[in-house]
Structure formats: C-alpha cells, structure tokens
C-alpha cells in the first residue's frame, strides 16, 4: 500500500475522505474530469485546477498510440508534459480497447488490436498496461481488465470477471511498488450480487490500494447501476477508496456519493460542454436552443465560473449557433465548475452530518427545470 | 472628427502615434485582431487584451446575420456582448458581401445578397451599414465600399473606385458625430497610381476621422502592395491615422509600419494558429511537422505566452496531430502575442529613431529559419 488513504468521516453509507499522493491531496467525494489524450478538451490546465479538480484520468489507449508512453517519458512523464502538477490516474486500457480499436483478439494472455488512429497493431497485456501506466508517472493505476459488456449472461459475466481477476493479479505483480503510487483493482460481475462478491473477494485476496467498481454506467440504466453500488460498496473494505468508472451525471453522482463511493471520472461534462448542453443548478439547459436568443441573463446565477459571471445566456447561444469554439471552451469551464462545486457540496453536507438532507434539496432544485425564458 | 488622433514622432516615413476613442486609446502602429462574429476565436477576451491588443475588429456582414444587429443592440452593444472593454473596429461588410454571400447584385443604391448561412436576403447599403456599426457601438466605423477585385483593368477598377466614393459620401452623411466615435474613408483604385491619387483627393474632400487603404493584399503579391501603399500613404493627411486593410504577414507588417501605416487588421495570426503554423523570430513554424514530435524545448524561446513558457514543441506537436482545442488555443494566443510584440518593438524603434536597422535585423533574423532539429 504506497498511498495513503484517511476516512475522516461518514454519513449513513456516505464517506468523507482523504487519498494522498505523490503529487498532492485529494479530497474526497471526488469527481475526476477526463483528459483523454494528455488534455482535458478545451482546457488550459491551470484552469482545470481552478475549477477545483484535483486529479484529472488519463487514457492508457490514447497515450500509448499517440504520442506513445515511451515518448511522454522520455518528455518527462505526463504532468511535465501536459503541464498538470496534482494527481493523475490512468484507466488500464481494457475498456477502449474494446469499444474503440478494431479486429481486438482477446486471450488469456491480453488483448491484439488495431490502431483506430493508423490501422498499425498492437498489444496489451496486464503487464503491458502496467508498464505503460508507469512510464506515464501515473499516481494511481488502474488494473487491466476486461469491462463486460452489457447486457450479459450470467455465465459470460462469470468467465469475463474471472479473466479479468487473473489479470488483476498479475497486473498487481507487475506493478512497482514506489511510495506516493498506487495500484487499483477493478470489481467485475456485471449486475450480478453473487458474482459481484466473487470479485470483490478475488480482488482483496490480492490487495489493492484502492477499489474501482466497474463494467457500470454501461447502459444498464440508473437503478440497476445504483442496485449493483448499494451491494458492491459495502462489501469493499472501509479503510480504501472506493472508485465508480465512468459515472457520471449530476443525479448519479449524488445517488452513488449516498451509497459510499468516493471517486468518480466521467466525459460527461467536458463532452456536453461542447455540444451546447449546461449542468446548472435547475438542471440540464441546452444553450443552442432558440429561447437563449435574446436572454441576457447569465447561464447559472449561482455559479461561479466565467462563462456564468461574464457571458449573458444570449452570448452563449450565439456562439454554438456560430460554431465558435468560445463556445465549447466556456461550457467545458462552466460543466467542470459545476461538477467540483457539486463534490464539495456533497463533502460539507457530509463533514456536518446532514447528506440526506442535500441529497433531498439537490433533486427538488434539480426538478425544477430552467429559468422561464425572458 | 470625434475621435483624436495624435502624431506623437516620426523615423524616416514610420510614424508614431496616439488614437482615442470612447473605449480607450490605442498606441500605433497598431495590429488588431479579428473577431468576426463577436470572438476573436479560440480566444478568452480577457487573454486577447493580455497579448497586448488594443482594439479588435468585428464584422459587419456576420454580425448583421447572426446574431443581428438590433440584437446586439438590445443586449448593450458588442463591447457588453463580447466582454471586450477597449476600442471596436467594424468593417462596413462591403468585403465579406463580395466574398461570401450569395447572389449578389450590386446596384447605385447598394448590395443585395443571399446570406451564406439560411439563404435569407438581405440588402447592405451605404446607410444600412452606418446604422448597423452604430448599434454594434463601433468606436471606429468603416465606409461601406467595394473592394475592387484584384486584377482589374484600369476602366473596371476607376468604376468601382468612384461608386466607393460615392457610397463614401452617403456614409459621411448617415454617421452621426458622438464624442468618441469616428469614421474612416477606404481609399481604392487597385494598384493604379492616378486612381489612388484621385480616390484620396475625393475621400479628403469629404472628410474622415482616419484613413483606410484598401484593395489590397487580395492577390497582387507583396512588391505591387509595398508599391500601392508607398505611393497612397504620403497623400493622406498626417494628422489622421492610416490603416491598411487585411494586412498581415509579419513581413508585411514590417515594411508597411516603414512606408507610413498605423493600422493593420489580419485573419492570419488566428487562422494560422488554429492551423497549427506559428509565428516565430526565426520564421513561420509548421507544428504539425514529424520534426517536432520528440522536440523538449519551447516554440519561442523569446516569447512570454503560455504556448512558449509552459509547453514543448513536442506537446503542441501532439496536440495537433490529435486534434485536440488546446493546440488552436495555445497557438492562436501564441500568434496574437507575436503580433502585438512586434509592434511594441517597431513603436519603441520609431521612438528611438532606429526603425531602418530594426526592419533590417528583423528581416534577417526571419531568415535565419527555424532552429536545428534534436
């Protein structure tokens, strides 16, 4: 165990927590936006760390074809080269290769696939994937599995997750130990209890210092994810973080905060920013439709960010009608902003006891809808 | 004359000045960057005026069409619209009709067109354009003309030239004189000396606050454009300022500041920039290029922007072969920083009357070219 992990208090199933790494603190509930290729899109980085974030996930499938792991270690690892000096966590690879790269042959040993970028091929294997996460100088790495797919059988579920719990254990052969770094295992089993448990036990027989719930958000929908959480988490052991992949929209967040999650990384808000869709605090508003037009309120009253402080609604409309590039970069700005003023809401609603409460308010004020238009 | 113009030195035919308008003062010789439809694009405001930049320009024809006119109006003007508190430029849109718009036809009264966005007509005529540039709140507004197209006889180019002059004196007459606030003629007559001679005497005897000299860099190669601009500029009054339009390449800049402008207006150091070509001391930089994918040091050495100081040539390199928003971001900011530099330096040249032998040093450092590769 080489970061360290403080449970500094809990709230029903909710925790409030700290994980310290070699390159900072993190306090969580903690949500993780998403820099795929070395950048969180449409982000100078120093504004990344003003939104609040802490700790941003890099993709091991991007990186490894383009520029290459080896590269960015020669440049000095990824915090030199994308300029980001906090904590970054690396996925292992195991889901895009999937979802993304092309003629993928799965065997025990790993993965063979082709570049989605240039057709060339390559592998990954559990050791691959952890060697790339380390050239990378990524603070946590994540296990290389296989996400299952949904929907699966049970039998499928099973012999997925078992390949991926003996992939997990040689992931954490692989991995070398050094103080400040740190080794997630992932729990597989898609949305079955029994499985669910199988992995979880495969995976503390192991060791980990931190615990992903994976193979969720997958289009299961928002019960069935929050079913699966209610069992998994408690079966995780109490004194590691506890990381739900992929996850994910305002609502879920909360929902998975209240069922003992304390990390979360998702494309979601980067991603809706630059199509034009805005979290606020009365929920999703989409700026390109035209009842923005000549609205010169501000997007989120209550937010901080620039886009909310200095733009009117009609300035943000016109700059996605536009095709501006404005437009996505003060949207990604607003979206992240939300999310981390959203994680440190939940974590003071926690710290002084009251999260059912928030959680309460949070879906009421969610509910009611946009501003009427002017 | 509502806005004030102050001689404050010359160096040979390089002059030094002071423009002031209701939004500020802008010190010339002046470079400002474009921000078309209410952006200068893949730019934060606040970063724009932090490259140095003085004013900006808007333009008249997008802005007419989206968001409209007598909507930016309503919503406080393109200063309010666009978070941009100093100086705004605007174009009369006599450009852009020619270039973009559809199904033109151009009459005494003025053009009608098709809009190059929905297909809806529109008419821009002289007044049209005055009234439009009043409801941005253009602290300088332009003089709706023709550009004539380039090459043109000499028959063709008078035509059009007078139909400008005519429409110039249309345009003086709609302008309402407020504190602050100008109005620029557009000399034409294409490279025909006689023509330009006769174009300035029209435009003087009409009366501007500045002016433009236009026509140009629309295809007649660099020798032809010094040649026009350095027989057109001593006609003008020295106690206006005078503004060469569309204008341009680093060595363009140079060598116009030395036949006399004061102003400049390009697309090229943000199209450029999103296209991954840099402005550099020693020349254009192609970031694209497979040279710099392994390359640790900065683009610019000498220059104070983000793109320089905090990033790799290797990272800009990745993040253009990517795709990624962060390289047209960070080059656009690079570009634009280069721009303003090298009009600091020609201004502090001019001031210690050292201008010839800064345009000489210039010059050969740009041909040195880029540095030796890793």
Sequence with gaps: MTIEFE????DGAARRGRITTAHGTIETPAFMPVGTAGTVKAMYPWHVAETGAEIVLGNTY?????????????????????????????DSGGYQVMSLAALRKISERGVSFQSHIDGTRHELTPERSIEIQHLLDADITMAFDECTPYPATE????????????????CREAFQDRHG????GIVQGSVFEDLRRESVDALCGIGFDGYAI????????????????????????????????GVGKPDDLVGSVGHGVDMFDCVLPTRSGRNGQAFTRRGTVN????????????????????????????????????????GPMLLTWHNLTYDQDLMAEMRRAIEEARFAAFAKSFAAEQGRGDLDPV
């Design 62 to 90: 991007h990186l490894m074809l383009r520029p290459g792991a080896e590269r960015v270690a020669r440049l000095g690892g990824l915090h030199a080269f994308m300029q980001w000096d906090k904590p970054i966590l690396t």
């Design 214 to 245: 994976g193979g969720l958000a997958v289009g299961e929908g928002q019960e069935l994810m929050f079913r699966t959480v209610e069992v998994t988490a408690p079966l995780l052991p109490d004194d590691r973080p506890r990381y739900l992949m």
């Design 7 to 10: 449970l500094l208090g809990s």
């Design 181 to 184: 770094y740190g080794l997630f």
């Design 287 to 326: 700026l390109r439709n035209a009842r923005h037009a000549d609205d010169p309120r501000p997007l989120d009253p209550d937010c901080g960010c620039p886009a909310c402080t200095r733009f009117t609604r009609a300035y943000l409309h016109h700059l996605f009608r536009s095709g501006e590039m404005l």
């Design 155 to 170: 039998e499928a579920a099973a012999e997925s997750m078992r390949l991926s719990m003996r992939w997990a254990a040689r």
